[in-house]
């Protein structure tokens, strides 16, 4: 489980989160969405411990993120994050690439982060591209490896920010398909998304954000249906 509480989080003067209150449960499928600068990806960041937050707390499975205590390194392990671009090592092969951080951060023996590589890009549907450089990729595949690498590292959440945003329009759905395929197979996942139709129709829950308050979160058919903010009717009807 992912708790966040009352998580304060500022740039300089600038605040950027203002007391975040925020549970995702094991197996949920939450998504984010919200302007640009409302604090979605500043979250990710802080939940994977990536930026130190103001005050407040953010726990992973019980473990404090931002505790002096807490070893992050092991802690990160459990926590997959995809984001809108990832740049491959253009002289490693896709199969290469996604042994890589397998073999450094986990300690594995290539024969055994090879068949992880094998399994996890045959998964999201490149089990035919493994001995390609990542040049030789779409868009959509090039995230898709992103994404197998990120479950080749056998993690208990993954993290999703804005993963189609730099794609093609033809491209997106290819890889919002495989963000169903992991929900349905019961991953814990937070996606921070432009992509309605998507939240809709995969989330169990949906938090819009705004100016760094978590202006509303609901079940989608609600938070779509109903919005009860002025903040949200405004920004789903400049969405659609
Ligand atoms: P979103 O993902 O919702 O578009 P962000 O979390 O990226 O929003 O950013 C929230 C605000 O914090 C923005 O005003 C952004 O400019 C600012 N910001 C984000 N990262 C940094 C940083 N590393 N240093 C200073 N300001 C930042
Ligand atoms: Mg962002």
Not at 23 to 31: M, N, P, Q, T, Y
Not at 195 to 204: H, I, P
């Amino acid at each position: 489980m992912i708790e966040i509480e009352k998580v304060h989080k500022s740039f300089g003067q600038l605040k950027v989160l203002k007391g975040i209150d925020l549970r995702v449960a094991k197996g949920e499928v939450l998504s984010v969405i919200g302007g640009s600068g409302s604090g979605k990806s500043t979250l990710l960041t802080c939940i994977n411990g990536l930026e130190p937050i103001d005050s407040g707390r953010i726990l992973v499975d019980g473990t404090e993120v931002h505790a002096k205590s807490t070893d992050l390194n092991k802690l990160r392990r459990k926590i997959g994050i995809v984001f809108q671009q990832w740049n491959a090592f253009p002289h490693l092969t896709v199969v290469e690439n996604v042994m890589l951080a397998q073999r450094k951060v986990l300690g594995r023996s290539k024969p055994e982060a090879e068949a992880e590589a094998v399994r996890q890009l045959s998964h999201v549907g490149l089990g035919d591209k493994l001995k390609v450089y990542p040049s030789r990729l779409s868009g959509g595949q090039q995230q898709r490896m992103a994404i197998a690498r990120a479950l080749a590292m056998s993690p208990h959440y993954m993290l999703f920010d804005e993963v189609t945003s730099a794609l093609d329009p033809q491209l997106v759905g290819e890889v919002l398909d495989t963000l169903r395929m992991l929900a349905a197979e019961g991953m814990t996942m937070i996606c921070v998304t432009h992509e309605m139709k998507f939240a809709r129709e995969v989330s169990d829950r949906v938090a819009f954000f705004h100016k760094g308050v978590m202006a509303e979160i609901a079940a989608p058919a609600e938070l779509f249906g109903a919005p009860k903010s002025e903040e949200l009717r405004a920004f789903l009807s400049a969405t659609h």
